[in-house]
């Protein structure tokens, strides 16, 4: 059975930084990506960033970009979100998510996700 545990939320003040862990477990086989999405209170789940497992390709979204960076450690099976110059906004419920093949892009066609973990971002 698939599981995305995923670490790191917490409260941290505008400006600050956080670090985002997602581990894998239960699949033997490569992903074709892994990503994360953020849900606000109110608001629809949202697309953050996602990187090709094999190719190390990163995409992110347009209000994170030079802000978060994902990254992905293969023999861990784990994937990581930096999160530099922290803003109110940002404040979310952060979800690892997972494809077996292909590219995240979008909450359709996502096969796995994580619990989720909770990121504020206090102004």
């Known amino acids: 059975q698939v599981q995305l545990v995923e670490s790191g939320g917490g409260l941290v003040q505008a400006g600050g930084s956080l670090r985002l862990s997602c581990a894998a477990s239960?699949?033997?086989?490569?992903?074709?990506?892994m990503g994360w999405f953020r849900q606000a209170p109110g608001k629809e789940r949202e697309f953050v960033a996602a990187i090709g497992w094999s190719t190390g390709r990163t995409n992110n979204a347009d209000s994170v970009q030079g802000r978060f960076t994902i990254s992905r450690d293969n023999a861990k099976n784990t994937v990581y979100l930096q999160m530099n110059s922290l803003k109110a906004e940002d404040t979310a419920v952060y979800y690892c998510?997972?494809?077996?093949?292909?590219?995240?892009?979008?909450?359709?066609?996502?096969?796995?996700w994580g619990q989720g973990t909770q990121v504020t971002v206090s102004s």
């Open positions: 998510a997972a494809k077996v093949l292909g590219a995240i892009v979008a909450v359709t066609g996502v096969d796995y």
């Open positions: 239960g699949r033997t086989l490569s992903w074709g990506s």
